[in-house]
């Protein structure tokens, strides 16, 4: 009788052991499995965001995306005098690229925005600066040209120096004042 207990408690103990062994592999796999879908997640991130002004632009334009028209800040196109202007307004968004070509894939030459980030030490390298609104484009003026399909030219000009650059605006960022 004793060696049958003895037994018993033998095998409940093995088993028991057996199953706790289980549990812990069951959870092991399953925190390697997490680890494993959140470092893959993480470095799909790192690959899109190969530097900090990829992130900057990311996250900055999907602030863009984001706004519904109403919360968007338009740049101004005064006919008089062919002006364009913005100016910066803390409730409404705007960020908006003068490109070299009329192409969103082509160097980026000037940027006026509301987001810190994108202005402060023109992180973008923008040949002409980045700059909150235009009334901070100290001796510089920018004036209207033509429309070319969905983008608007431009000139920006340096009052100082009379020199001239030839930037595009997107169309859609930019309304005629009536």
């Known amino acids: 009788?004793?060696?049958?207990?003895?037994?018993?408690?033998?095998?409940?103990?093995?088993?028991?052991?057996?199953?706790?062994?289980?549990?812990?592999?069951?959870?092991?796999?399953?925190?390697k499995e997490y680890t494993t879908k959140?470092?893959?997640?993480?470095?799909k991130n790192l690959i899109k965001f190969k530097t900090k002004t990829d992130s900057i632009d990311f996250v900055n334009n999907q602030a863009i995306i984001d706004s519904e028209d109403k919360e968007l800040n338009k740049a101004l196109i005064d006919i008089s005098d062919s002006s364009i202007t913005i100016t910066a307004n803390i409730r409404l968004?705007?960020?908006?690229?003068?490109?070299?070509?009329?192409?969103?894939?082509?160097?980026?030459?000037?940027?006026?925005s509301v987001f810190t980030d994108d202005v402060e030490n023109n992180p973008f390298e923008c040949k002409l600066g980045a700059y909150y609104d235009t009334s901070n484009m100290e001796n510089m003026k920018i004036k209207y040209l033509s429309t070319i399909k969905d983008f608007v030219k431009a000139q920006v000009i340096d009052v100082n120096s009379g020199?001239?650059?030839?930037?595009?605006?997107?169309?859609?960022?930019?309304?005629?004042?009536?």
Do not use: W
């Open 1 to 31: 009788m004793k060696n049958l207990i003895f037994y018993l408690i033998l095998l409940f103990v093995l088993t028991s052991c057996g199953e706790t062994k289980t549990n812990k592999t069951s959870l092991v796999d399953t925190k």
């Open 38 to 43: 959140e470092k893959t997640s993480q470095e």
């Open 93 to 112: 968004n705007h960020r908006i690229f003068g490109f070299a070509e009329p192409n969103k894939n082509s160097k980026r030459m000037l940027l006026l």
């Open 163 to 178: 020199n001239r650059t030839t930037i595009f605006f997107e169309k859609k960022y930019l309304e005629f004042l009536d």
